[in-house]
């Protein structure tokens, strides 16, 4: 291994995108809100990584969180059907 991966923070230290929708998600926030929110937390992550990461996240609070998972699922769908801007 070089010393350049070495020195690399590993993925873990951050929250994960997933992570980061799963805490974010309130019920009656608009898919706009969660993406710009999402933005603000995750800015190097395009609007196709959070949209992936929230089909992720959806899988696993569909049982514990029916609330959330819904509107994980709307955001997703939503914002996978509109062009990155």
């Known amino acids: 291994m070089s010393r350049e991966q070495a020195e690399k923070p ?4 951050a929250p994960s995108i ?3 929708l799963i805490q974010l998600a309130r019920p009656k926030m608009s898919p706009k ?3 710009k929110a999402a933005r603000k937390a995750h800015p190097d992550a395009s609007k ?9 996240s959806l899988i696993s609070v569909a049982d514990s969180d029916a ?3 819904a509107m ?3 955001f997703a769908l939503q914002e996978r059907a509109v062009d990155d801007v």
């Open 67 to 69: 609330d959330k998972a």
């Open 10 to 13: 590993e993925k873990s230290q």
């Open 18 to 20: 997933e992570a980061t």
């Open 33 to 35: 809100e969660l993406l």
């Open 48 to 56: 196709k990584d959070i949209v992936r990461a929230a089909f992720r």
């Open 72 to 74: 994980l699922q709307n």
